[in-house]
């Protein structure tokens, strides 16, 4: 496949997504290069998340090392909430459905699922940006029910199920994981910088569960 075909191809697939087209997904399923368009669309999608998280950070005057260490744990974060999400998808599909799907197939539809995370920039957006953010996981959510529809070969309502479980895992890791990602980061950061404070529960309120929004300079010096 050629440079502008792939790049093609990675289009189609986001418009499909964007759109619910179940065709699509199903497109996608016979597609022989769905292993790197469903890569390229998370790599897009983790780097624009990325980006509203940069801008965030910057603007609330968090630099430097810290910057560096806020952006770490939170795409390390990401990564390990996706990976609990496979599998579930994965074991919760085979239990209410009754037959298992190809594990590679359920990695590839859950990396499809981000592509609506594209616009995950926007997030920054004043005033409206936690509301965009929950539009793009709530738009995500619905992509991946349509895409378990396909993967499983099932039903509207059973597809609906096995989202709804791998979803809710999924927050309910991110909420586990909160605090110690929380106390990970500060002792890092303390070890780096001589500065004992990095995340506060504040932060961890913000809805950026791995993202420290605002700056809280300990007592006798700043970061």
């Given at each position: 496949?050629?440079?502008l075909?792939?790049?093609?191809?990675?289009?189609?697939?986001?418009?499909?997504?964007?759109?619910?087209?179940?065709?699509?997904?199903?497109?996608?399923?016979?597609h022989?290069?769905?292993?790197?368009?469903a890569?390229?669309?998370?790599l897009?999608?983790?780097?624009?998340?990325?980006l509203?998280?940069?801008?965030?950070?910057?603007?609330?005057?968090?630099?430097?090392?810290?910057?560096?260490?806020?952006?770490?744990?939170?795409?390390?974060?990401?990564?390990?909430?996706?990976?609990?999400?496979?599998?579930v998808?994965?074991?919760?599909?085979?239990?209410?459905?009754?037959?298992?799907?190809?594990?590679?197939?359920?990695?590839?539809?859950m990396?499809l699922?981000?592509?609506p995370?594209?616009?995950?920039?926007?997030?920054?957006?004043?005033?409206?940006?936690?509301a965009?953010?929950?539009?793009?996981q709530?738009?995500?959510?619905?992509?991946?029910?349509?895409?378990?529809?396909?993967?499983?070969?099932?039903?509207?309502?059973?597809?609906?199920?096995?989202?709804l479980?791998?979803?809710?895992?999924?927050?309910?890791?991110?909420?586990?994981?909160?605090?110690?990602?929380?106390?990970?980061?500060?002792?890092?950061?303390?070890?780096?910088?001589?500065?004992?404070?990095?995340?506060?529960?504040?932060?961890?309120?913000?809805?950026?569960?791995?993202?420290?929004?605002?700056e809280?300079?300990?007592?006798?010096?700043?970061?």
């Amino acid at each position: 496949m050629g440079f502008l075909d792939f790049w093609g191809a990675v289009g189609h697939a986001l418009w499909g997504v964007f759109t619910l087209d179940r065709s699509t997904a199903e497109w996608f399923a016979a597609h022989p290069a769905n292993g790197q368009i469903a890569l390229t669309i998370a790599l897009l999608a983790g780097i624009s998340m990325l980006l509203g998280d940069s801008a965030v950070l910057f603007f609330n005057r968090v630099r430097g090392i810290r910057f560096g260490i806020s952006l770490l744990l939170n795409g390390l974060g990401m990564i390990a909430l996706y990976l609990v999400q496979a599998i579930v998808l994965t074991v919760v599909g085979d239990w209410i459905v009754g037959h298992p799907p190809v594990a590679p197939f359920v990695i590839r539809g859950m990396l499809l699922s981000t592509a609506p995370m594209v616009f995950g920039v926007l997030a920054l957006v004043p005033y409206f940006g936690p509301a965009i953010a929950r539009f793009l996981q709530a738009w995500s959510v619905v992509a991946l029910w349509v895409i378990v529809q396909v993967l499983y070969d099932t039903g509207l309502w059973r597809a609906l199920v096995v989202t709804l479980l791998a979803w809710g895992s999924m927050q309910l890791m991110s909420w586990a994981l909160a605090r110690p990602v929380a106390y990970l980061g500060s002792r890092i950061f303390r070890l780096v910088s001589g500065h004992p404070v990095m995340l506060t529960g504040r932060d961890l309120l913000s809805g950026h569960p791995f993202l420290p929004v605002e700056e809280h300079p300990a007592k006798g010096g700043r970061d």
